[in-house]
């Protein structure tokens, strides 16, 4: 859930919003001895990205999706992340959407001289 739309009267209610999730993970998954602990908690990345979408008010789904790529790069040791993030307002349409693909160098500070 999330308030979210170029329109202020869009973002006055929260909306259900879909996102379909993949991670690279950076660790080789060939020892993880059925462990969760030695992998990464898919419960805690869900509960993560609900929390950060609704967080604040956002106009674009674009931002949105950015957010969550950049929060969950931050928090799990992860090679990349796609987010599909689909938003159901257009009449006549299942939904909209936007994908994006990020690795932890996308968010990488510049060094200044």
């Known amino acids: 859930m999330a308030r979210i739309g170029v329109p202020a009267d869009e973002r006055a209610l929260p909306q259900r919003l879909e996102a379909d ?6 660790r080789p998954l060939t020892d993880l001895g059925d462990d969760l602990s030695r992998t990464i908690n898919y419960a805690d990345v869900a509960t993560a990205l609900r929390t950060e979408a609704a ?3 956002r106009q674009l789904i674009e931002t949105l999706t ?17 987010v599909t993030l689909h938003k159901f307002i257009l ?8 994908t994006l693909t990020r690795r932890p160098a996308d968010f990488a500070v510049p060094v200044s001289n």
């Open 55 to 57: 967080r604040q008010e």
């Open 91 to 98: 009449p006549d349409t299942r939904a909209v959407s936007i």
């Open 66 to 82: 950015e957010d969550l790529c950049r929060m969950v790069l931050a928090r799990w040791p992860l090679e990349a992340i796609r």
């Open 21 to 26: 999730v993949m991670l690279w993970p950076s």
